[in-house]
């Protein structure tokens, strides 16, 4: 059996860890040898998680064009970014393209456009007609500010037209609302967090119906090794095998806690400032995935692969230290979102017969 290489830029992030994983377990598991190395500007428990695990560990910025001549100049068989975000990043690696067998870049659905221009970090959310393709027009590629939310999408265009121009077999992979061990925005934490805090009731805007496809990082794992072995140019959409409802996921999170929420469930003539989750979505947001189905993929269900992110989690929590915090904590992200005051407030207003 030969042995095939694998570099993997962000190799210690929630999305590169699990592609690593994944091609580590393929050759546990009798298939395909593969020497796995993964690429991160720093070490940490991952990465020892990695290398006790067969990986090879290199410490360096994925934006190093030294570093990335060094990794794959000699050739590799499988390269996937985890990391890339605008046309420069891509213009970095386009002169090793055609020494690798097949190229992923994972960009995002953030890249799609309605008929109004509107994407899914806009103000006024997009509203589709049914679950977004491929072939769904998408932001003008552009070269703004990545971190923010008109520019990440179109930056993220401008990469993947980068590198399926050139013409190497580039796989463009566009997962929504990615979740797993390690990942950099748990997103799950707002319903674990609520457990932990003892919460026993939870608000949910739209009585919960609310539709924002997830993907998880486990997937797009399983994805990326049928890619190695089907290299192509293309854009696949990834996500879970059915997009689950905030309730649907609350009561999965829950369920998996052994604890049960008394759902607040909210409609549209409550409170306004409160019932909002990070799956919250005035219309459905649903990827298709036919295409990627089409070459044999069979996506996870959320229910059984949140499992590892939510026992993660708990894990995390439960180590941190009386006078510190979870490492995500700091991410803008969360503000007020355990804010349980104003909650409190709603919920005596809803009990008063006034929201």
Known sequence: ??????????????????VARELLDASGRGGDDWQVEVVARRGGPVADALTAAGASFTAGDRRDTSTLRDLLRPGADLLVDTVGATRDDAVQLRPFLDDVGSTVFVSSKAVYVDEQGRHANS??????????????????AA??????????????????????DHGAPVTVLRPSKVYGVGIGRPREWFVVRRVLDGRERVLLADRGRGVDHTTAASGIGSLVRLLADAPDRRILNVADDAA???????????????????????DEDAP????????????????????????????????????????WLVETAHAVPVDGDVPWAEDPFWDRMFDYGPEDAALALLSLGLG
């Open 244 to 266: 689950p409802s905030v309730l649907e996921i609350v009561r999965t999170i829950a369920g998996h806690l052994d604890h049960t929420f008394d759902e607040v469930l909210l």
């Open 123 to 140: 103000t006024d959310k997009p509203v589709f007609g049914g679950a977004v393709t491929e072939l769904q027009p998408t932001l003008t």
């Open 1 to 18: 059996m030969s042995t095939r290489r694998a570099v993997v830029l962000g190799g210690t992030g929630g999305i590169g860890s699990a």
């Open 143 to 164: 070269d703004g500010d990545p971190t923010s939310r008109d520019g990440y999408g179109a930056a993220k265009v401008a990469a993947e037209q980068v590198l399926l």
């Open 272 to 311: 306004a400032f409160v019932g909002t989750t990070p799956w919250s979505s005035p219309s459905p947001f649903v990827l298709d995935t036919t295409a990627a189905r089409a070459l044999g993929w069979s996506p996870p269900s959320f229910a059984s692969a949140v499992v590892p992110e939510l026992d």
